[in-house]
Every structure is written in structure tokens, then in C-alpha cells.
């Protein structure tokens, strides 16, 4: 087989990996939300379309350079994905989950920030805030252009950073599950993830949900650690989680915490 076939086969099942893992995840939350929440996406049926097409488009986008490298990775030793756990001692383990998450939010806090400057924000990012409210079907609804900048991101960490091939599977569906539950429009994490001490480091459902209400506030992804450093984070939104009527706003400002200051 030609290696350029080889490639392209590599490509076109990872992106079909991606849908599904998308549409299984977003499937299960929005079952959950049905469960815990009834009628909370009630009149929301148009925009869950829209967020589902989008969703679906980004996850070509992702799935082609992921496939790429994941050949790469298998056929030519391209990455620094490693399998035997001893190549590494123990404790880069969880150093090394830390060190791609935090690299990952740190790259989305910037390209968001940037992403909310006016012509960018019509161009591209105005598709994710479409989502208002937002459901669990919004996780991957991004202009191709947004989804590109998130598709590039996991396929450069592996060339840089080692990784075991599990600890890689451990951020991955960190990414998942975070990039589902946060637009979920409820919180499915214990108080102290989001509410105590570790919560003040912690981006969660309560977070996210404000970026969307407020727009210029709370960027980050995993850590509110670039949104406190700048100063943009503006503290945790609310849900109202009476079932909607038709228009109705799911999205209560409570406040929060302190820390105004716009982008
Ligand atoms: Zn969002
Ligand atoms: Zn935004």
C-alpha cells in the first residue's frame, strides 16, 4: 500500500474516532441532562442541530492531522509517545497529564482571547457563541477555523513532550469529558471542584457558563490560572435550571467571585 494511502487511511478513521467519541459523549451527557434536568433544553432543538453539523465538521478537522501523526507515531517513530511504562520513572505519570493540560489551556486561553478581538469574533468565534445557552452537543461547535487552531494541538505536544500511550488516553478524555460538561448547562462535579479551594484553580461547568453569558470574561479551559493572572476571570455564573420556555434565559449573573477587568 502506498504510504500516501496508508496516511490517508489513518486520517479518515481517526476523524471517524473523533465523531463518535463526540457524538457518543455529547449523547450520554445530554441523556444525563434529560434525566436530572427535564425540559432544560426544551425550544433548544434548532441550535442543538446547528451545534451537532458544526460539531461533526470539527471533528475532520481534528481527526486528519491526529490520524497523520498517529501513523507517524506507529509507522516511523515520529512522536514521543512512549508504551513501557519503565522508559520514564513513576512520577512523570501525572507530571506529564499536568504538563499537556496546561500547555493546552494556555494555548486555548491565548487563541481565545484573540478569538474575542472583533473581527476574528465575527469571522470564526461568533459560530461557538451561537450557543446560547450552550448544551452538551456544543462541545466540538466551532468555525473550521476555531477547530483548527484546537486540532493542532495534542499532534504537536506528542512530538515534544513524552508520554505514556495511557497517560495520552487520560487527556484525551479529560478533553472530552471537560469539553462536554462545561457546556452542559448544570454542574456535575462535587462542590469543592468548583466551589472550595481547589475550585478557585479549577474551570468547571459554573465557570464556562459565564464566559458564555458575559462574553469578556473567563476564557481559560482546564485552569482559571491565566484568567487570574491577567485578570479576566470574573468568578463562577449560575444556572437557572427551571425547565426553559421558547427564548427563555437559562443564565443567571450570581455575582461570583470578585475580579472584574475585560479582555
Ligand atoms: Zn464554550
Ligand atoms: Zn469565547
Not at 434536568?37 to 425550544?43: E, F, I, Q, V, W
Not at 512523570?92 to 489551556?105: E, G, K, N
Not at 466551532?142 to 483548527?148: D, G, M, N, S, V
Request: some cysteine; glycine content about 10%.
Amino acid at each position: 500500500m502506498s504510504v500516501l494511502l496508508a496516511v490517508a487511511l489513518s486520517a479518515f478513521a481517526m476523524t471517524l474516532i473523533v465523531g463518535v467519541r463526540y457524538l457518543i459523549a455529547s449523547a450520554g451527557f445530554a441523556l444525563a441532562t434529560r434525566i436530572r434536568h427535564p425540559g432544560l433544553y426544551a425550544g433548544l432543538d434548532r441550535q442543538m442541530r446547528k451545534e451537532i453539523l458544526w460539531s461533526l465538521a470539527s471533528a475532520a478537522i481534528y481527526g486528519i492531522p491526529a490520524g497523520i501523526i498517529a501513523w507517524g507515531w506507529q509507522n516511523r517513530g515520529w512522536t514521543r509517545i512512549y508504551s513501557d511504562a519503565a522508559d520514564w520513572p513513576l512520577w512523570y505519570l501525572p507530571l506529564s497529564v499536568f504538563l499537556y493540560l496546561f500547555a493546552h489551556d494556555s494555548w486555548f486561553y491565548w487563541t481565545h482571547r484573540w478569538m474575542h478581538r472583533p473581527r476574528p469574533f465575527r469571522i470564526a468565534h461568533a459560530v461557538h457563541h451561537a450557543s446560547r445557552p450552550p448544551t452538551a452537543w456544543a462541545a466540538m461547535s466551532f468555525h473550521p477555523i476555531e477547530a483548527l487552531t484546537g486540532a493542532v494541538v495534542i499532534p504537536s505536544l506528542v512530538l515534544l513532550i513524552p508520554i505514556h500511550v495511557g497517560a495520552l488516553a487520560l487527556v484525551l478524555t479529560i478533553m472530552t469529558v471537560m469539553g462536554v460538561t462545561n457546556h452542559m448547562g448544570w454542574e456535575i462535579f462535587p462542590r469543592f471542584l468548583h466551589g472550595g479551594r481547589l475550585g478557585a484553580w479549577l474551570i468547571t461547568a459554573s465557570h464556562h457558563q459565564r464566559h458564555h453569558a458575559d462574553y469578556r470574561c473567563n476564557y481559560g479551559l482546564y485552569f482559571r490560572f491565566w484568567d487570574r493572572l491577567c485578570g479576566t476571570d470574573r468568578g463562577l455564573g449560575s444556572f437557572d435550571l427551571a425547565p426553559r420556555g421558547r427564548g427563555g434565559a437559562a443564565v443567571r449573573d450570581a455575582g461570583g467571585r470578585g475580579g472584574a477587568g475585560n479582555a
